[in-house]
């Protein structure tokens, strides 16, 4: 039986909670403000932020400076793609929202190719062309 990689396992994770965040997002903005709901979130990341850092016993505020800085590039983008989800989710349907922010990974894609010298193959190349494909059939 073959084993399932770890990155796989972690990857179905991640891509369940983005689920339920897109879920949570949308009922979040029912019933409160984008602004509002953003606050919320962002308390809820220093809530996870913090357990998570009780819970490790080998965390540095050390490391390599090239490291540090795109890891705040990570934490600002994050923060600011959230504030953006919020206002589309207010103005739009959760589906197309959803939808439409799900194409983010081709942008990763292309940009790896460009500056990391990562190599797209053939079929990556088709997924990415079906991906935009399925994006605009379930987007109207």
Do not use: H
Request: negative net charge; charged residues 10%; contains cysteine.
């Amino acid at each position: 039986m073959a084993k399932v990689p770890d990155w796989l396992i972690y990857a179905l994770i991640c891509s369940l909670l983005y689920g339920l965040w897109g879920f949570f997002g949308n009922l979040a903005t029912k019933y409160i403000d984008y602004q509002t709901a953003f606050v919320y979130e962002a308390i809820g990341a220093i809530l996870m932020t913090l357990f998570i850092l009780v819970q490790t016993n080998s965390f540095s505020f050390e490391g390599d400076v090239r490291g540090i800085l795109f890891a705040v590039l990570v934490g600002v983008c994050g923060t600011v793609a959230s504030l953006v989800f919020f206002i589309a989710l207010g103005k739009g349907e959760v589906a197309n929202v959803v939808s439409v922010t799900s194409i983010y990974p081709l942008i990763t894609i292309v940009l790896s190719a460009l500056f990391l010298k990562e190599a797209i193959t053939l079929p990556q190349m088709l997924a990415v062309l079906l991906a935009i494909i399925a994006v605009i059939l379930s987007a109207y």
